[in-house]
């Protein structure tokens, strides 16, 4: 029986189908992609009004390093889509080999990711950005962008982890295709999410 059935109504023992149409688990990860875009829309939303409320927010980003590294740290989490898609492909041929391919492609290009994104905070942190202080201007600026970027760097990071539990899972048999793709809507959503944050904090904060 699929997981798009569901059992028996009465004594008749009825087969319907499912009023939801897909599997519980992606399901559920639709669920979680909803309220977790609430979570970091709410973020933006009060890191936009608190940018045009302050007089002295800093605009404190060069194009290099600051701006050259975000444009790198976009590629690469792009990148790491285009791979992860791949990998729910090869999964759903049930190529093993080409699907360890491409999940190992995609944890080494987040783990890049955070590496740069950490080094981008260390950069801040060395001129004196702190979560209530800047040298610059206003300082909420730190809490907001550690806040934000923080809470974006967490979901890669546990994306990271999900993506090599899943592919140990998967290579052994006791996981499915279904479970990579459900891991692989996350993962586009962390990505997706990264494109918003790019604009509102740091496109709009260049120097001039």
């Known amino acids: 029986m699929s997981e798009s059935q569901v059992a028996v109504h009465g004594h008749g023992a009825m087969m319907e189908a499912s009023p939801y ?11 979680f992609i909803i309220s977790d875009a609430v ?3 709410a ?16 605009t404190p980003f060069k194009f290099y390093p600051s701006i050259l590294n975000v444009i790198i740290m976009t590629f690469v989490l792009i990148t790491s889509s285009l791979t992860m898609l791949g990998a729910v492909d090869a999964a759903k041929l049930g190529d093993k080999a080409k699907t360890t391919r491409f999940m190992w492609s995609t944890i080494f290009l987040g783990a890049l990711f ?12 060395g001129e004196g ?11 909420l600026f730190g ?10 760097l967490l979901h890669v990071v546990s994306g990271v982890i999900a993506l090599f ?24 959503f962390v990505d997706l ?4 944050v790019v604009p509102m904090v740091y496109l709009l904060s260049i120097q001039r």
Do not use: Q
Not at 21 to 31: C, E, F, G, N, V
Not at 114 to 125: D, N, S
Not at 143 to 152: E, K, Q, R, V
Not at 167 to 183: C, K
């Open 129 to 139: 950005v702190r979560p209530f202080h800047n040298p610059w201007g206003s300082p």
């Open 43 to 58: 973020c933006l939303m009060a890191y936009g009004y608190l940018r045009t409320a302050s007089t002295d927010w800093p």
């Open 21 to 31: 149409a897909i599997p519980s688990r992606k399901l559920t990860m639709w669920l």
């Open 193 to 196: 999410v990264w494109m918003f």
């Open 165 to 188: 539990v899943i592919w140990r899972g998967y290579t052994r048999g006791t996981l499915t295709a279904g479970h990579v793709e459900t891991t692989g809507l996350y993962w586009h």
């Open 143 to 152: 809490a907001t962008f550690f806040s934000i970027t923080g809470l974006h």
């Open 39 to 41: 979570t970091f829309g």
């Open 114 to 125: 955070a590496g740069l994104h950490l080094r981008e905070w260390l950069g801040l942190i």
